[in-house]
């Protein structure tokens, strides 16, 4: 009889691949295409989710008879999706990033289907919590992944794909929920996660069976995590609250702060204390991740405060309809994934990476400037040529902030340096869309509790001006900070083989460590 042909292990991708001098897998651009595909389906769930609600919020308010609860749903997701980013980098860091991130998908999908069936408002608030504990370990694993099989040198032309899915839903995000808001029910803003979802974990589960697995002996800090997670959420609060529930300057407010500091610096202490904690040390001393990440937290701020922001200018001030406002955000967003996509080719074959998006932060400041001066003067054509080349400038920045970040640090610590990066990111941009309602609100004399949406559909164009005026001065003020810091980023080599291999339309894309899962 013939021997029964012996099959390779499906969890062993190793076995069908070819191996270099050192041993380890190569992986080709298709191969790596699949799994990049895998995190887009990945990533378009928890960026979708945090558009397609907003148009929503009031057909669900009039549902459950509560408007003034209509914040936390937005809230809610926020602060759970924030506070675990950095968690789920250190966990895919202990346990491998596969098992991670199928157990984020399976918790947002578990979340939205709790928010599909939930009886009441304070059962929907809950739900959205545990659907930004799934949401929150997306984007920071889907990086974390990218650097596990893509050399840095190389990892740029990926970072495209990146910014595309988020350019997609941030702009169709809105008018999909809008419509299924209007023409079908609401919950299905949220039902239409699950079968995207099964998709996502099906994609992903196969996909990055090719990612290998480093098994290593890790202790998880659980006392430190707590702490930068409570420390996190409270100044969330703070954010999210002040100058809508409770005036800046209230007890409240200031006692959400004074607990945001004190457990801010207990997990200092805990940093010190910890054999092995949280966040590692040498990751926070790393010059390269500090100015890395303030420079992205810089950049994201800005272009999230002008997602949130500029279609309400576009209404108020140049009285666009809701869904030309919507429209009229493309140039910014598209142009954001265009100058990401370009400047991450250009990283594969340039020695001087930072240059360009030192160019495009500056443009992007002078384009804001131009704004602020003119808010109201403006053709309607030239409002969108200035939003395009502050998208373009934007989006130069956060392939170089990211890629740089990840190339200053081990293997070991990739999970944790790039989730504690999207941390940061998230954060800033909270404080940063607080900064700007606070300008808004102020500029129109609204008192704490009132909406800025209705304050600035009641107000004059005269006040309308002055008060856009201060939220553009604002951004680039932001963008400055930002470019300071990128200034101050160290332009070391980056790893990887040289961009005429990388080119070649038949070489491996990168070669990862062969190693048991």
């Not at 930068?228 to 200031?254: C, D, T």
């Not at 999230?304 to 108020?316: D, Q, R, S």
């Not at 955000?329 to 990401?340: E, Q």
Request: glycine share 10%; proline share 6%; charged share 10%.
């Amino acid at each position: 009889m013939n021997p029964r042909p012996q099959h390779p292990h499906p969890h062993k991708p190793a076995k069908a691949h070819a191996k270099d001098g050192a041993g380890r897998v190569v992986l080709s651009h298709p191969e790596i295409l699949r799994i990049i595909f895998g995190l887009m389906l990945s990533m378009f769930l928890g960026a979708l989710d945090q558009t397609i609600v907003a148009t929503a919020l009031p057909t669900i308010g009039r549902h459950f008879n509560d408007l003034g609860n209509l914040a936390w749903i937005v809230t809610a997701y926020l602060l759970t999706g924030t506070a675990v980013t950095p968690l789920y980098g250190k966990l895919s860091d202990v346990y491998g990033r596969r098992v991670i991130m199928l157990t984020a998908i399976g918790l947002f999908i578990a979340g939205s289907v709790a928010c599909a069936l939930s009886p009441s408002m304070g059962a929907l608030i809950f739900a959205r919590a545990l659907q930004g504990a799934g949401g929150g370990g997306l984007m920071a694993l889907a990086q974390t992944i990218i650097a596990d099989v893509v050399s840095p040198r190389e990892r740029g032309r990926y970072q495209g794909y990146i910014a595309a899915v988020f350019a997609t839903s941030s702009v169709g995000g809105p008018v999909l929920g809008g419509f299924l808001t209007e023409h079908f029910d609401w919950s299905l803003i949220f039902w239409i996660n699950v079968p995207v979802g099964l998709i996502a974990l099906g994609v992903t589960s196969q996909s990055l069976k090719l990612v290998p697995y480093h098994p290593r002996k890790h202790r998880l800090d659980v006392i430190g995590a707590l702490l930068m997670i409570s420390a996190s959420v409270a100044l969330l609060l703070a954010l999210s609250w002040g100058g809508r529930e409770y005036a800046w300057i209230s007890v409240e407010i200031g006692a959400l702060f004074l607990l945001s500091a004190v457990l801010w610096i207990l997990f200092a202490w805990r940093l010190a204390a910890a054999a092995e904690p949280f966040l590692p040390l040498s990751v926070l001393g790393n010059p390269v991740v500090r100015s890395a990440a303030l420079t992205g937290a810089c950049t994201m701020g800005a272009l999230v405060g002008m997602t949130i922001f500029v279609p309400l200018y576009f209404e108020v001030v140049l009285h666009l309809s809701a869904s030309q406002s919507g429209l009229a955000l493309i140039p910014l967003m598209a142009s954001s994934v265009l100058g990401s996509t370009i400047v991450g080719r250009l990283m594969m074959r340039v020695t001087h990476y930072k240059r360009v998006p030192l160019l495009g932060s500056t443009v992007a400041i002078l384009a804001l400037g131009s704004l602020a001066i003119w808010p109201a003067a403006m053709p309607m054509w030239l409002v969108l040529v200035m939003l395009a080349v502050i998208g373009s400038g934007l989006g130069t920045v956060f392939p170089v902030s990211t890629v740089c970040l990840q190339n200053s640090v081990p293997h070991a610590q990739m999970g944790i340096a790039t989730g504690a990066a999207n941390f940061f990111r998230a954060l800033f941009s909270s404080l940063v869309v607080a900064i700007l309602g606070a300008i808004v609100l102020g500029g129109l004399g609204g008192e704490t509790g009132a909406a800025v949406e209705t304050l600035a559909r009641s107000a004059s164009v005269d006040v309308l001006v002055v008060a856009f005026r201060f939220v553009f001065l604002a951004c680039a003020l932001v963008l400055a900070f930002g470019m300071a810091f990128l200034i101050a980023l160290e332009e070391r080599p980056l790893q990887g083989p040289p961009s005429a291999a990388a080119e070649a339309p038949t070489a491996p894309a990168t070669s990862i460590p062969n190693v048991a899962r």
